[in-house]
């Protein structure tokens, strides 16, 4: 029997070119300001027009600033990327969030709140992390920016069929374990090369007990070790969670859908080409210590000998610590913090913020760090204004910025100075990811929030 992945993909099967690539229906297509500009020109040189605008999506993301955005944007070469998404979107008659618009955010974030991403359906984005929405039971993968002028113009893509891959994490986790943990430690685990070629499919107790949220975190992180995508069988809360969404299907389009979507999911006798089983029981609070997402350990843990790291990777290792300032051997348990970062397309949602507000009630932030706390739409926003979480963070000494990108990335306003430590609930910890010479310590919003009180590496579980 198919798995969920074949069954997806085979159902959007245009033709099928001997000995090369497929032509793939693509149900959602959503662009931002990055990867966009050069894929529209494209289609202007041509002649063309996009071929589907209903089923396109824009809005700007990564470099709109996070304070001030009723202000013209200062940094010209911001302004000319959201400037030349504007135009592109309204010359070519596609649907568009502008900043300020009140479904505007992150891209990741906004599909799912808004029922825009439905189980089934195929889905790119010429962004890496366009992944996050195989948390709906959906096909969802980056593509590059020809690829994005190829869907504009014909809302299809030639690809390569993927190998299937199911990671299940059975068991329970432990209080104070999020699956943001789940990702770090199945990305230390795997290392960042150990998916490379596969289209993950999640299962287990520990992903059915996940919230939609939650699986949306650990979709969000399937590229960080080298998948192609990943993605998690739909069910009751699925169902639940898109129901009533602006875009989702109403009446009987609604009970028709849920039919079909009842039927998406791998068999006991569908076959992978590879599985892997994790005691989600055993997983920690995660920190990553190095420069890439893969190089990540328990809280209380500490950084491995450097002979135990294998030969062909000792010099890249060496080179990661000297960069973060730390040794071989050492815990990361009570190293000072400079920066803290809640938001981006991994954390940036409701329950980050709940978590994040309900750790910090009734305490005060620690003197000296820096703390930037952007959610990632303006829906949100408006829901943390709902729950009255924001005078909670008022009170502890928090200041709520405007929804963006922000800190994920170095594209915008908001970047950690050089040599500065940043605890961030983002997906990268590359080399000046989040600004030139900033160190970034990848976490859970627990993790960050105990940052933010302490101003230190801190087991949130011990406060």
């Known amino acids: 029997m198919n798995t969920l992945f074949d069954k997806i993909w085979d159902s959007h099967v245009v033709t099928k070119v001997e000995d090369g690539p497929t032509q793939l229906y693509i149900d959602r297509l959503f662009c931002h300001e990055v990867t966009s500009p050069q894929?529209?020109?494209?289609?202007?040189?041509?002649?063309?027009?996009?071929?589907?605008?209903?089923?396109?999506?824009?809005?700007?993301?990564?470099?709109?600033?996070?304070?001030?955005?009723?202000?013209?944007?200062?940094?010209?070469?911001?302004?000319?990327?959201?400037?030349?998404?504007?135009?592109?979107?309204?010359?070519?008659?596609?649907?568009?969030?502008?900043?300020?618009?009140?479904?505007?955010?992150?891209?990741?974030?906004?599909?799912?709140?808004?029922?825009?991403?439905?189980?089934?359906?195929?889905?790119?984005?010429?962004?890496?992390?366009?992944?996050t929405h195989g948390a709906m039971g959906a096909v969802a993968f980056g593509i590059g920016t020809s690829e994005v002028e190829m869907v504009l113009a014909t809302q299809c893509i030639f690809q390569a069929k993927p190998k299937t891959m199911r990671i299940r994490f059975e068991g329970r986790l432990k209080a104070g374990v999020s699956a943001k943990d789940m990702a770090l430690y199945m990305i230390s685990q795997l290392t960042t090369g150990g998916a490379t070629g596969y289209f993950v499919e999640y299962a287990g107790e520990a992903v059915r007990n996940l919230s939609m949220e939650g699986r949306m975190t650990l979709c969000n992180l399937s590229i960080e070790m080298g998948a192609r995508g990943g993605m998690i069988a739909p069910d009751e809360k699925t169902f639940e969670y898109v129901k009533n969404r602006e875009y989702a299907p109403k009446g009987d389009d609604w009970?028709?859908?849920?039919?079909?979507?009842?039927?998406?999911?791998?068999?006991?006798?569908?076959?992978?080409?590879?599985?892997?089983?994790?005691?989600?029981?055993?997983?920690?609070?995660?920190?990553?210590?190095?420069?890439?997402?893969?190089?990540?350990?328990?809280?209380?843990?500490?950084?491995?000998?450097?002979?135990?790291?294998?030969?062909?990777?000792?010099?890249?290792?060496?080179?990661?610590?000297?960069?973060?300032?730390?040794?071989?051997?050492?815990?990361?348990?009570?190293?000072?913090?400079?920066?803290?970062?809640?938001?981006?397309?991994?954390?940036?949602r409701i329950e980050d913020f709940r978590d994040f507000a309900h750790f910090v009630k009734g305490k005060k932030k620690a003197d000296g760090v820096v703390v930037w706390l952007v959610p990632g739409s303006w829906a949100v926003d408006k829901q943390i204004k709902a729950e009255g979480l924001d005078k909670i963070l008022t009170e502890a000494g928090f200041e709520l910025r405007q929804p963006g990108c922000s800190a994920c990335l170095a594209m915008n306003e908001d970047k950690v100075p050089a040599g500065k430590y940043v605890v961030s609930t983002s997906n990268r910890n590359f080399e000046g990811r989040q600004g030139p010479g900033a160190r970034t310590i990848l976490a859970g919003s627990l993790v960050a929030a105990a940052a933010a009180l302490t101003g230190k590496i801190i087991d949130p579980r011990t406060l």
């Open 39 to 131: 894929a529209f020109e494209g289609l202007r040189n041509r002649g063309l027009q996009v071929f589907r605008p209903n089923q396109v999506y824009c809005m700007p993301d990564h470099n709109i600033p996070t304070m001030n955005q009723e202000m013209p944007i200062v940094d010209p070469v911001s302004k000319n990327q959201v400037d030349t998404l504007d135009k592109n979107a309204k010359d070519f008659g596609v649907q568009y969030f502008p900043m300020g618009h009140k479904k505007n955010g992150i891209i990741h974030v906004v599909g799912p709140e808004n029922g825009l991403s439905l189980p089934g359906m195929t889905i790119v984005c010429g962004d890496s992390h366009t992944s």
């Open 255 to 348: 009970k028709k859908a849920v039919e079909y979507w009842k039927t998406l999911n791998s068999g006991d006798d569908a076959v992978f080409d590879k599985e892997v089983l994790f005691d989600a029981s055993e997983i920690e609070p995660m920190v990553t210590y190095g420069t890439n997402p893969g190089m990540g350990m328990g809280i209380n843990s500490s950084i491995p000998a450097l002979n135990s790291i294998e030969k062909s990777s000792r010099d890249s290792f060496t080179k990661s610590l000297n960069y973060m300032g730390f040794q071989s051997g050492e815990k990361l348990i009570g190293k000072p913090v400079d920066y803290v970062f809640l938001g981006s397309c991994t954390n940036g």
